[in-house]
Protein backbone atom coordinates (compact mmCIF):
# COMPACT_ATOMS: atom_id res chain seq x y z
CA UNK A 1 0.00 0.00 0.00
CA UNK A 2 1.08 3.44 -0.75
CA UNK A 3 1.34 6.19 1.87
CA UNK A 4 0.53 9.60 -0.08
CA UNK A 5 0.13 12.56 1.50
CA UNK A 6 -2.02 14.92 -0.87
CA UNK A 7 -1.82 19.11 0.38
CA UNK A 8 -3.84 21.25 -2.00
CA UNK A 9 -7.22 23.41 -2.92
CA UNK A 10 -10.53 21.42 -3.01
CA UNK A 11 -14.34 22.21 -4.13
CA UNK A 12 -17.17 20.49 -5.18
CA UNK A 13 -17.60 19.85 -8.56
CA UNK A 14 -20.73 20.03 -9.95
CA UNK A 15 -22.64 19.16 -13.30
CA UNK A 16 -25.92 20.45 -13.81
CA UNK A 17 -26.90 18.55 -17.32
CA UNK A 18 -29.55 20.34 -18.96
CA UNK A 19 -31.86 19.63 -22.52
CA UNK A 20 -32.25 22.84 -24.66
CA UNK A 21 -34.52 22.92 -27.53
CA UNK A 22 -35.49 26.79 -27.97
CA UNK A 23 -33.92 30.22 -27.70
CA UNK A 24 -35.81 32.73 -25.40
CA UNK A 25 -38.21 34.65 -27.30
CA UNK A 26 -36.70 38.25 -26.23
CA UNK A 27 -32.38 37.16 -25.90
CA UNK A 28 -30.73 35.02 -28.42
CA UNK A 29 -29.79 32.62 -25.34
CA UNK A 30 -31.00 28.94 -25.03
CA UNK A 31 -33.03 28.08 -22.87
CA UNK A 32 -32.09 24.96 -20.25
CA UNK A 33 -34.21 22.32 -18.89
CA UNK A 34 -32.67 20.69 -15.85
CA UNK A 35 -32.07 16.97 -16.51
CA UNK A 36 -30.07 15.78 -13.38
CA UNK A 37 -26.85 16.82 -11.33
CA UNK A 38 -23.85 15.07 -10.71
CA UNK A 39 -21.77 16.24 -7.59
CA UNK A 40 -17.91 14.89 -7.58
CA UNK A 41 -15.07 15.70 -5.38
CA UNK A 42 -12.76 18.18 -7.54
CA UNK A 43 -9.59 19.63 -7.77
CA UNK A 44 -7.06 18.37 -5.17
CA UNK A 45 -9.97 16.05 -3.53
CA UNK A 46 -10.12 14.59 -6.96
CA UNK A 47 -6.54 13.20 -7.10
CA UNK A 48 -7.47 11.70 -3.23
CA UNK A 49 -10.09 10.56 -4.71
CA UNK A 50 -8.11 8.96 -7.63
CA UNK A 51 -5.76 7.81 -5.40
CA UNK A 52 -8.31 5.51 -3.24
CA UNK A 53 -9.79 3.95 -6.27
CA UNK A 54 -6.47 2.75 -7.05
CA UNK A 55 -5.95 1.29 -3.84
CA UNK A 56 -3.59 3.65 -2.19
CA UNK A 57 -3.24 4.46 1.40
CA UNK A 58 -3.67 8.03 1.27
CA UNK A 59 -3.96 11.80 3.50
CA UNK A 60 -5.24 15.09 2.61
CA UNK A 61 -4.82 18.63 4.03
CA UNK A 62 -7.23 20.69 1.98
CA UNK A 63 -9.31 23.75 3.04
CA UNK A 64 -12.02 22.84 5.40
CA UNK A 65 -15.14 24.52 3.51
CA UNK A 66 -14.19 22.71 0.07
CA UNK A 67 -17.79 21.43 0.26
CA UNK A 68 -19.21 24.79 0.27
CA UNK A 69 -16.66 25.96 -2.93
CA UNK A 70 -18.53 24.83 -6.00
CA UNK A 71 -17.60 24.96 -9.77
CA UNK A 72 -21.62 24.03 -11.55
CA UNK A 73 -21.18 23.26 -15.12
CA UNK A 74 -24.27 23.73 -17.19
CA UNK A 75 -23.70 20.96 -19.54
CA UNK A 76 -26.04 19.69 -22.61
CA UNK A 77 -27.05 16.35 -21.83
CA UNK A 78 -26.54 14.61 -25.43
CA UNK A 79 -23.61 16.49 -27.06
CA UNK A 80 -21.60 17.16 -23.51
CA UNK A 81 -21.22 20.80 -25.04
CA UNK A 82 -20.83 23.35 -21.78
CA UNK A 83 -23.18 26.15 -21.57
CA UNK A 84 -21.59 28.00 -18.65
CA UNK A 85 -19.46 27.04 -15.62
CA UNK A 86 -20.59 29.30 -12.33
CA UNK A 87 -18.24 29.19 -9.51
CA UNK A 88 -19.44 29.79 -6.23
CA UNK A 89 -17.62 30.03 -2.36
CA UNK A 90 -14.28 31.80 -1.31
CA UNK A 91 -12.17 29.96 0.95
CA UNK A 92 -10.04 32.21 3.38
CA UNK A 93 -8.68 29.18 5.09
CA UNK A 94 -4.42 29.07 4.62
CA UNK A 95 -2.18 25.93 5.19
CA UNK A 96 -0.16 25.71 8.33
CA UNK A 97 2.60 23.98 6.88
CA UNK A 98 4.89 24.09 9.79
CA UNK A 99 2.71 21.45 11.48
CA UNK A 100 2.94 19.40 8.97
CA UNK A 101 4.73 15.44 9.87
CA UNK A 102 5.94 15.42 6.17
CA UNK A 103 8.47 12.65 7.07
CA UNK A 104 4.99 9.98 7.86
CA UNK A 105 4.87 9.78 3.80
CA UNK A 106 6.58 7.81 1.27
CA UNK A 107 5.44 10.80 -1.19
CA UNK A 108 3.64 14.06 -1.42
CA UNK A 109 1.65 15.72 -3.89
CA UNK A 110 1.05 19.43 -3.92
CA UNK A 111 -2.36 19.42 -5.89
CA UNK A 112 -1.89 23.79 -6.30
CA UNK A 113 -4.92 25.74 -8.08
CA UNK A 114 -3.76 28.37 -6.94
CA UNK A 115 -6.49 29.81 -4.86
CA UNK A 116 -4.90 31.15 -1.83
CA UNK A 117 -4.84 28.02 0.25
CA UNK A 118 -1.18 27.02 -0.64
CA UNK A 119 1.55 29.98 -0.75
CA UNK A 120 4.81 29.66 -2.93
CA UNK A 121 6.27 29.53 0.84
CA UNK A 122 4.70 27.08 1.62
CA UNK A 123 5.56 24.94 -1.72
CA UNK A 124 9.12 25.76 -1.25
CA UNK A 125 9.20 24.70 2.42
CA UNK A 126 7.48 21.36 1.44
CA UNK A 127 9.93 20.70 -1.81
CA UNK A 128 13.01 21.13 0.75
CA UNK A 129 12.12 19.22 3.39
CA UNK A 130 10.69 16.08 1.70
CA UNK A 131 12.88 13.52 -0.40
CA UNK A 132 9.40 12.40 -2.87
CA UNK A 133 7.44 15.86 -4.18
CA UNK A 134 5.19 15.52 -7.93
CA UNK A 135 3.91 19.90 -7.51
CA UNK A 136 0.99 20.27 -10.01
CA UNK A 137 0.37 23.70 -9.55
CA UNK A 138 -1.24 27.26 -11.93
CA UNK A 139 0.92 29.54 -10.64
CA UNK A 140 3.81 30.56 -13.02
CA UNK A 141 6.81 28.68 -12.07
CA UNK A 142 10.25 30.49 -10.23
CA UNK A 143 12.96 29.10 -7.88
CA UNK A 144 10.69 28.36 -4.81
CA UNK A 145 9.51 25.29 -7.03
CA UNK A 146 12.75 24.03 -8.01
CA UNK A 147 13.51 22.26 -5.42
CA UNK A 148 9.93 19.60 -6.09
CA UNK A 149 10.99 16.22 -6.89
CA UNK A 150 8.99 16.44 -10.19
CA UNK A 151 6.92 19.12 -11.49
CA UNK A 152 4.02 18.14 -13.85
CA UNK A 153 2.79 21.17 -15.82
CA UNK A 154 0.26 21.17 -18.97
CA UNK A 155 1.19 22.93 -22.45
CA UNK A 156 -0.69 26.57 -21.13
CA UNK A 157 1.35 26.34 -18.15
CA UNK A 158 4.63 25.12 -19.88
CA UNK A 159 3.81 28.16 -22.28
CA UNK A 160 3.80 30.77 -19.15
CA UNK A 161 6.90 29.38 -17.43
CA UNK A 162 9.19 28.25 -19.66
CA UNK A 163 10.81 31.65 -19.34
CA UNK A 164 11.64 31.35 -15.76
CA UNK A 165 12.38 27.59 -15.73
CA UNK A 166 16.62 27.38 -15.31
CA UNK A 167 18.41 24.44 -17.04
CA UNK A 168 19.03 22.11 -14.28
CA UNK A 169 15.17 21.84 -13.54
CA UNK A 170 14.33 21.13 -17.04
CA UNK A 171 14.78 17.15 -16.50
CA UNK A 172 12.06 17.59 -13.58
CA UNK A 173 8.96 18.64 -16.05
CA UNK A 174 6.71 16.17 -16.38
CA UNK A 175 4.50 18.47 -19.56
CA UNK A 176 1.61 16.97 -20.64
CA UNK A 177 0.09 17.49 -24.10
CA UNK A 178 -3.76 16.06 -24.49
CA UNK A 179 -4.12 13.79 -26.88
CA UNK A 180 -0.39 13.59 -27.80
CA UNK A 181 0.51 12.44 -24.56
CA UNK A 182 3.53 13.89 -22.48
CA UNK A 183 6.92 14.74 -22.84
CA UNK A 184 9.94 14.13 -20.24
CA UNK A 185 13.49 15.11 -20.83
CA UNK A 186 13.40 15.46 -24.27
CA UNK A 187 11.27 12.07 -25.03
CA UNK A 188 7.59 11.81 -26.06
CA UNK A 189 5.52 9.33 -24.31
CA UNK A 190 2.31 8.73 -26.32
CA UNK A 191 -1.01 7.75 -25.62
CA UNK A 192 -3.33 5.35 -27.74
CA UNK A 193 -6.07 7.37 -29.50
CA UNK A 194 -9.43 7.09 -27.75
CA UNK A 195 -12.76 9.32 -28.09
CA UNK A 196 -12.34 11.88 -25.61
CA UNK A 197 -15.85 12.73 -24.09
CA UNK A 198 -14.38 15.37 -21.46
CA UNK A 199 -10.71 16.10 -20.44
CA UNK A 200 -12.50 17.65 -16.84
CA UNK A 201 -10.03 16.02 -14.40
CA UNK A 202 -7.67 14.24 -16.25
CA UNK A 203 -5.17 16.19 -14.92
CA UNK A 204 -5.18 14.93 -11.80
CA UNK A 205 -6.03 11.28 -12.47
CA UNK A 206 -2.41 11.47 -14.76
CA UNK A 207 -0.73 13.03 -11.35
CA UNK A 208 -2.28 10.35 -9.16
CA UNK A 209 -1.65 7.63 -11.12
CA UNK A 210 1.95 8.91 -11.85
CA UNK A 211 2.61 9.06 -7.91
CA UNK A 212 1.03 6.27 -7.00
CA UNK A 213 3.17 4.08 -9.32
CA UNK A 214 6.30 5.87 -8.70
CA UNK A 215 5.64 5.74 -4.86
CA UNK A 216 5.77 1.30 -5.86
CA UNK A 217 8.29 1.45 -8.20
CA UNK A 218 10.36 4.35 -7.87
CA UNK A 219 10.85 4.69 -12.04
CA UNK A 220 9.63 7.53 -13.64
CA UNK A 221 9.28 5.80 -17.18
CA UNK A 222 7.30 3.39 -15.66
CA UNK A 223 5.02 5.72 -13.68
CA UNK A 224 4.77 8.13 -16.90
CA UNK A 225 3.06 5.55 -19.15
CA UNK A 226 1.22 4.40 -16.40
CA UNK A 227 -0.14 7.78 -15.93
CA UNK A 228 -0.80 8.23 -20.00
CA UNK A 229 -3.28 4.99 -19.48
CA UNK A 230 -4.78 6.31 -16.53
CA UNK A 231 -5.61 9.71 -18.30
CA UNK A 232 -6.52 8.11 -21.33
CA UNK A 233 -9.42 6.32 -19.30
CA UNK A 234 -11.04 9.20 -17.89
CA UNK A 235 -11.00 11.29 -20.59
CA UNK A 236 -13.56 8.80 -22.24
CA UNK A 237 -16.47 9.37 -19.72
CA UNK A 238 -18.11 12.97 -18.98
CA UNK A 239 -17.37 14.78 -15.80
CA UNK A 240 -14.89 14.62 -13.33
CA UNK A 241 -14.91 11.27 -12.70
CA UNK A 242 -11.72 8.65 -11.25
CA UNK A 243 -10.03 5.27 -12.32
Request: charged share 25%.
Amino acid sequence: MSNILVIGDACKDVYTYCDSNRLAPDVPVPVLQQNHVDVMPGMAMNVVANLESLGASVDYIVNNDWINILKNRYVHQSSNHMFIRIDSGISDKKLDVHNIDLKRFSTVIISDYDKGFVSEEDIQYICENHSTVFLDTKKVLDKWAFSATFIKINNYEYDRSKNFIEKHVKDKIIQTMGGDGCSYCGRIYPVDTVDVVDVSGAGDTFMASLAFKYTQTRNIIRSIKFANKSASKVVQKKGTTTL
